[in-house]
Antibody, heavy 121, light 110 residues
Framework: EVQLVESGGGLVRPGGSLRLSCAAS????????MHWVRQIAGKGLLWVAR????????SYADSVRGRFTISRDNAKNILYLQLSSLRDEDTAVYYC??????????????WGQGTTVSVSS | YMLTQPHSVSETPGKTVTISCTRS????????VHWYQQRPGSSPTIVIF?????PSGVPDRFSGSIDRSSNSASLTISGLKAEDGADYYC??????????FGGGTKLTVL
């Protein structure tokens, strides 16, 4: 079964750090670009970051650039998101999602269940 | 640029509803548009990719289209069922592979 499972969320103080993980299974992880998307409770989806297949190319939303770092370990089939200098407004559910880039664009075709980050003093 | 969706739509079972997604600048066909369904308490799932393509397993009651004259994409759901009640998001790109989402539309099946 194709699956993405996020972990690492929790309660953290403003200015603190956290590392989220996304464990992939049921597919060849290294064949896919990956994304992080977040969702504030009761609000819409907000794209956070993406990484290419081998980890050499990354992009970030303006709101997180310089504070968050996306990375991956293809040997372990894990995607990461390092969150630093956290702010109250980073409180959200964080999803990882798979992006099959190729001759067709299938969109973000597999999503994890999400992990919750709460930033509060 | 922004993708603008109506905040909410509602319709009765068996009817057809259309959700729009309007691009604020640039052409709607500059980049593919995808559509996601998010039921309460669940993760999003894709229902339309590449403007109008349906992933396997998505009923043919779901269809997508592009209208250049209004610079918008649309998701149409026909034969509405109670289970279609959910939030729907359009998604496209800028700068090749930076993702942008619309604000989402809450579909209520009355």
């Amino acid at each position: 079964e194709v699956q993405l499972v996020e972990s690492g969320g929790g309660l953290v103080r403003p200015g603190g750090s956290l590392r989220l993980s996304c464990a992939a299974s049921g597919f060849t992880f290294g064949d896919y670009w990956m994304h992080w998307v977040r969702q504030i409770a009761g609000k819409g989806l907000l794209w956070v970051a993406r990484i290419n297949r081998d980890g050499t190319g990354t992009s970030y939303a303006d709101s997180v650039r310089g504070r968050f770092t996306i990375s991956r370990d293809n040997a372990k089939n894990i995607l990461y998101l390092q969150l630093s200098s956290l702010r109250d407004e980073d409180t959200a559910v964080y999803y990882c999602a798979r992006w099959p880039v190729g001759t067709k664009d299938y969109g973000l075709d597999v999503w994890g269940q999400g992990t919750t980050v709460s930033v509060s003093s | 640029y922004m993708l603008t969706q109506p905040h909410s739509v509602s319709e009765t079972p068996g009817k057809t509803v259309t959700i729009s997604c309007t691009r604020s600048s640039g052409s709607i066909d500059d980049n593919f548009v995808h559509w996601y369904q998010q039921r309460p308490g669940s993760s999003p799932t894709i229902v339309i990719f590449e403007d109008r393509q349906r992933p396997s397993g998505v009923p043919d009651r779901f269809s997508g289209s592009i209208d250049r004259s209004s610079n918008s994409a649309s998701l149409t759901i026909s034969g509405l069922k109670a289970e279609d009640g959910a939030d729907y998001y359009c998604q496209s790109y800028y700068s090749s592979n930076v993702v942008i989402f619309g604000g989402g539309t809450k579909l209520t099946v009355l």
